[in-house]
Structure formats: C-alpha cells, structure tokens
C-alpha cells in the first residue's frame, strides 16, 4: 500500500467512524466511498465489520440508557435470523444492479422527505411492523452491507427523536454486525493483512467515533432528521456512482 493509499484508507476510517458515533449508522457506506477504489469487496468487508462494530462499541455506553427495548426487541431478533438469507443470495442476485436501485430509491426518498418535512408519518403496524423491517434489514445487510439504511428510513417515517433513533441504530447495527464479522471470519475471510489493517484502523477508529458522539450533543432533534435523511441521499448518490460506474465499465 503506497503512503497515498494508506492516507484515504485511514480517512475512510475516520470519516466513516465519525459519522456512525453522530448518527448510530452508515459506517459502511461512508467508508466503502473511501474504500471501494483501493481494495476489492472480498478485502474491503472484513475492514467495514470491524470499523462498524468498533465505531458503534464506543457509542454504545453514550445511548444504553436511552435505548427503546420493546421496540428494538422484534427488530433485532427478525434481523439475525434473516441475516443468513442475505448472505445466501449474494450467489443468487446481481449486486451491482441491486446496489445501483437501491441507491437511487434512497435518493428519491431522501430527496422527498427532506421536501415534505415532518408531515409524511406512519404510526401504525406496531411490533410486527417494526420486526418486518428489522427483517429487510437483515437480508439487506447480509446481502450487501446495508443493514442499518432500512431501519434508518423506518426511523424517520415512525418519527423518532434523535434519542430513541441513534439508539436504536447503534444497538441494531452493533449487534447485527458482529455477528455478520463472526460469519466473515468462518468463511476465511480475515487473513494476516486483515489484522494489520485493523491494527492501522484501530486508533481512528476510537478518535472517529468519539468525535462523533460529542457532535451529536451539539445537534438539535429538528436538525439531527435533516443529518440522517442527507447521510441517506449521500449514501444513495454513493451506490448510484460506484455501481453506475461498474455497469458502464463492464
């Protein structure tokens, strides 16, 4: 790795653990926007799993009391055990096209949210709803590492203030993550070069993340909406350019 690679690998790191600590999410799309030109996804996934898991670890303390547990329950549970589906059907789905549509359905609903304001709400469906998209979000971040947008959209819809969504992010991402690394490293994933990196990542990491998690203080509930549904557009407009770009490549 030359000292160019390894300056945006380490400021992916940062990046991406900063704006997990602020939001409770969005750890591997930021970094994948770092990431995905310097190593090839096999590499790059074990990386994403070990900065979330870190990243998120050093928020958990920040929201443990704050966490809504009836409503994270169902979620939790509903996204473990479909978390295997999703890592079957990478064999069985273009992920290049599924990433791309699923970029731009972010833009368009990150883009209208932010348009509506706060007058579109769905407060219905209860803990079976809740499950039902803790479930997509298992499947999706077995599939492609996006564990944390579907809940993320769910948040916003269902109104949650800023407490209860990072709470509830950062728990259901922890969680799922981890057990999603434990599943890399089953596969024979993680390799002596695997562990230098995250031995580089680790410090960025700790510093990322804790920045973050003052920042968030700073922000108020109506703005903290605004920061999560434009880490979505942004991370929309990420998957949009990297898997547009690899359709148009070949």
């Not at 990386?47 to 050093?58: D, E, I, P, W």
């Not at 079976?128 to 971040?141: K, L, R, T």
Request: aromatic share 10%.
């Amino acid at each position: 790795m030359t000292t160019g690679h390894l300056v945006l690998f380490l400021a992916g790191a940062f990046t991406a653990a900063f704006v997990s600590g602020l939001s409770g999410f969005a750890y591997a799309l930021v970094s994948l926007a770092f990431w995905i030109w310097l190593f090839p996804l096999a590499e790059a996934t074990p990386l994403v799993l070990f900065g979330a898991v870190v990243s998120q670890a050093v928020a958990v303390p920040s929201v443990w009391r704050t966490v809504d547990w009836p409503t994270l329950w169902p979620m939790l549970g509903a996204s473990l055990v479909c978390l295997p589906l999703g890592v079957w059907l990478i064999a069985h789905t273009d992920l290049d096209v599924f990433r791309l549509s699923f970029g731009l359905l972010l833009i368009v609903y990150a883009t209208f949210q932010l348009a509506m304001g706060t007058r579109l709400r769905i407060d219905g469906g209860g803990k079976a709803a809740d499950a039902a998209i803790g479930a997509v979000g298992g499947v999706m971040g077995g599939l492609a590492g996006l564990t944390g947008a579907v809940p993320a959209v769910w948040g916003v819809l269902r109104g949650w203030d800023k407490q209860r969504h990072r709470g509830l992010m950062t728990i259901l991402n922890s969680a799922s993550q981890l057990v999603a690394l434990a599943m890399v490293a089953v596969a024979g994933y993680i390799t002596a070069t695997t562990l230098l990196r995250w031995a580089w990542m680790l410090p960025c990491l700790i510093i990322g993340a804790w920045l973050g998690n003052i920042a968030t203080r700073r922000i108020s509930p109506a703005s903290f909406r605004n920061v999560v549904l434009g880490l979505l557009l942004a991370s929309g407009m990420v998957l949009t350019l990297q898997n547009g770009w690899r359709a148009i490549a070949g």
